[in-house]
Structure formats: structure tokens, C-alpha cells
């Protein structure tokens, strides 16, 4: 079974902190993505990426970076968290569409961050 | 740039009738889709992938798929409440980066 894990499934931070998010995949996927997801607004991608240490930006890669040092592990940062940071992030892993696959993507449990 | 609409909804169906999302496509050169189902406070898990036109059947579930119109539908048939959930409908679009619509909710009412 595939399996996307993430460091934590609730967070309390505090404005101006620096946060990190941590995900793990283990079925060796070249895809790795972050996400949040607010009411009403669907999941906005974050960021992105295809290969160790590469990373391309998403919709809303304002106020936050990623690592991606090793091809299993892809991290998120909140450089210094703000309340509107407030929200469910989602970690996501896929081989390519293509001959790799379908790009089905499989999701981490998510991490709900409240930065008060 | 790319979009797949879905109507937020809810959408709320007795026990027993049949459910059906629909979700609207704007790349021609979408080949695949995806249906997602969210549950509250939980993570996307992958319920239909279809890439031809046509219907595909999993249990309660069929996907159908019509590219000349540029719509993906997900019927449930038989439905029960604890199919009450969020329904996403993605594309890989021939990118790396899947486009999802922004899911519609169902409440199944025993």
C-alpha cells in the first residue's frame, strides 16, 4: 500500500514563527506536491516538485518554501507564519501521468495549522 | 489556463436514489480523469479513473466521460449516507500538475 505520511495532524504556532512540514512517501513517486485547502476554495497548490531538489511554484507560493533534499522526503516552510497561514495542508505524491502511470495522486493525512 | 468546474453544491439525495456529480472541463487535450472523495476533516483518497469516452463501472459507482462535450459525471447509485462526502474531479492534463475542481458536497438523508 502507498503510503504519504506527514509529521503532524495538528499544530499550533504562534505569528512570526518558522514552521516546518514534513512529508514522507514511500513508494518512490518523482512527484511530490503540497497543498492547502480552505473552506469554499478547493485545494490551492503551494508548491511543487518532480525531481530531488528541483521545486516549481504554485498558485500560492507566497509566504512559504520547500526542500526537497532526498526523493522520498518534501518539506514545507512557513518562514514566519501569519495568522491567514491558518489552514489544512495536504501532501501529495505520484509517479507522472504517462508511461509511469496515471498520475493518480495519493494524499498524506494532513496537517491542520493554527497560528494564533 | 486550465479549469474544471464543479457545482459546490450540496447536493442532497434520499437513501437508496441515485447521485450525480458533474464536472465541466476546459483543456481539449485533457486525456484522464479522477474522482476523489474527501470525508470531513480527511484527506482525497482516488474512487474512478476513466480516460476513454464512455462509461466506467466500480460497484455503485460509474464514471462517464464525454470529450466532445467536455464533461466527466460520477453516478451513485443505491446511495447510502456514508457516501456523504466531497466529491473532486481532477485532470492530469498532460502536466506534471493535476487541475482539480473545487469539489461538490453530497449529503445522502436516510
Known amino acids: 500500500d502507498v503510503k504519504v505520511t506527514q509529521s503532524s495532524r495538528y499544530l499550533v504556532k504562534r505569528t512570526g514563527e518558522k514552521v516546518f512540514l514534513e512529508c514522507v512517501q514511500d513508494?518512490?513517486?518523482?512527484?511530490m506536491f503540497w497543498y492547502r485547502q480552505d473552506p469554499g476554495l478547493g485545494l490551492r497548490l503551494i508548491y511543487f516538485?518532480?525531481?530531488?531538489?528541483?521545486?516549481e511554484k504554485g498558485d500560492i507560493p507566497e509566504g512559504y518554501s520547500v526542500s526537497r533534499e532526498k526523493k522520498e522526503r518534501f518539506s514545507l516552510i512557513l518562514e514566519s507564519a501569519s495568522t491567514n497561514q491558518t489552514s489544512m495542508y495536504l501532501c501529495?505524491?505520484?509517479?507522472?501521468?504517462?508511461?509511469?502511470?496515471?498520475?493518480?495522486?495519493?494524499f498524506g493525512p494532513g496537517t491542520r495549522l493554527t497560528v494564533l | 489556463q486550465k479549469e474544471v468546474e464543479q457545482n459546490s453544491g450540496p447536493l442532497s439525495v434520499p437513501e437508496g436514489a441515485i447521485a450525480s456529480l458533474n464536472c465541466t472541463y476546459s483543456?481539449?487535450?485533457?486525456?484522464?480523469f479522477f474522482w476523489y472523495r474527501q470525508y470531513s476533516g480527511k484527506s482525497p483518497e482516488l474512487i474512478m479513473f476513466i480516460y476513454s469516452n464512455g462509461d466506467k463501472e466500480d460497484g455503485r459507482f460509474t464514471a462517464q466521460l464525454n470529450k466532445a462535450s467536455q464533461y466527466v459525471s460520477l453516478l451513485i447509485r443505491d446511495s447510502q449516507p456514508s457516501d456523504s462526502a466531497t466529491y473532486l474531479c481532477a485532470t492530469p492534463g498532460g502536466s506534471y500538475i493535476p487541475t482539480f475542481g473545487r469539489g461538490t458536497s453530497l449529503i445522502v438523508h436516510p
Open positions: 513508494m518512490d513517486h518523482e512527484n
Open positions: 483543456d481539449r487535450g485533457s486525456q484522464s
Open positions: 501529495a505524491s505520484s509517479f507522472p501521468a504517462g508511461t509511469s502511470g496515471t498520475g493518480e495522486q495519493f
Open positions: 516538485s518532480y525531481d530531488v531538489k528541483m521545486k
